[in-house]
């Protein structure tokens, strides 16, 4: 259900089936099967009920045209409310916070029906602005939010950073890199990864790997291992929520194992995790508000008790 009260829409037949015949194969094309699933994702939502709640849109958090954000807040907000601030993938040199009509304030109207307030950021690609850009941008996103908070009815103490594939790239390097985070700290309660590409590398079976060497400005793969989100996890970086799907971009699956295994390690307790059964790595994220909420349930969950 929605603020509405009426039911989500269900994810048809028809599109699991393009999902099993697309995602073996998802590989051979990304950038095609990407476009593929937010055209056909874009329909199932549209046909969803209409929201009623507040948004308040292109608010600028930095001096850069890409570096705005949408607030999508619940209603009603009688007390202060945890923050879910989502960073889009795009593999470092493409995407947009509103790649369609609804992706990606999919995600955010889903945590603003369910009482929380969902930010929905924007940065700079990684052809204007290559490592750290990125992340310095979603520092000064988590920045402002923080200094909105009071506004917008958000509790300080209760901000998660949610990142999708280069989003989750960008989070990771936040959330884990104490280099990249002002003196008083990251300022989070906790993380959700969704696909990320938290390791930085160029290797063959990988797409996108001359989009990453553009963005991190080296194909040495020592220096990436370095840039990784992976290589500065540590017992004191914040609870982290890791999740991907059955059929990935290439390798990062790999890589959101290796984060789990690496909080693991550092915390001597293993972090909450998801597996998407049946998605690929744009469904995984394109899915969220329709009548599929297994995964968003799960990350509620998380948002209540993060460990």
């Known amino acids: 259900m929605n603020d509405t009260g009426k039911s989500l829409p269900a994810i048809p037949a028809d599109l699991w089936a393009l999902m099993a015949t697309v995602g073996p194969r998802w590989g051979e094309n990304v950038p095609m099967h990407v476009q593929l699933m937010i055209d056909r994702f874009s ?21 850069y045209e890409r570096q705005m954000l949408d607030v999508y807040l619940p209603a009603p907000r ?39 307030v969902g930010v929905n950021v924007g ?6 602005a290559p490592y750290p850009g990125g992340s310095l941008d ?5 920045q402002w939010v923080q200094r909105n908070a009071d506004d ?46 938290v390791r930085a590398e160029t290797f063959p079976d990988n797409p996108n790997a001359a989009k990453v060497a553009l963005y991190y400005g080296t194909s040495d793969m020592d220096k990436l291992d370095a840039l990784s989100p992976v290589s500065h996890v540590g017992v004191h970086s914040p609870p982290t929520f890791v999740a991907w799907s ?39 994220i394109a899915h969220f508000n329709t009548a599929e909420d297994a ?6 969950r998380f948002i209540t008790n993060p460990y």
């Open 138 to 142: 979603v520092a000064a996103a988590v």
């Open 78 to 116: 009688a007390s202060a409310k945890p923050a879910v601030v989502f960073v889009h993938g795009g593999a470092f040199l493409d995407g947009n916070r509103n790649r369609s009509d609804q992706i990606y304030s999919n995600v955010l109207k889903y945590f603003a029906c369910n009482g929380l």
């Open 43 to 63: 329909q199932v939502l549209r046909a969803g009920p209409e929201h009623s709640l507040p948004v308040r849109y292109d608010i600028t958090y930095g001096a």
């Open 246 to 284: 059955e059929f990935e971009n290439p390798l990062i699956d790999v890589h959101c194992v290796e984060l789990v295994f690496r909080l693991g390690q550092a915390k001597r307790r293993a972090p909450p995790t998801f597996w998407l059964r049946g998605h690929n790595h744009m469904s995984a």
């Open 152 to 197: 917008l009815g958000i509790d300080r103490e209760q901000i998660f950073l949610m990142g999708h594939s280069a989003g989750g790239a960008h989070v990771g390097t936040y959330a884990y890199d104490r280099q990249m985070q002002p003196p008083e700290g990251h300022g989070l309660r906790g993380v959700i990864i969704v696909s990320g590409r």
């Open 295 to 300: 995964l968003g349930q799960a990350i509620l």
């Open 123 to 128: 940065y700079r690609l990684g052809r204007d």
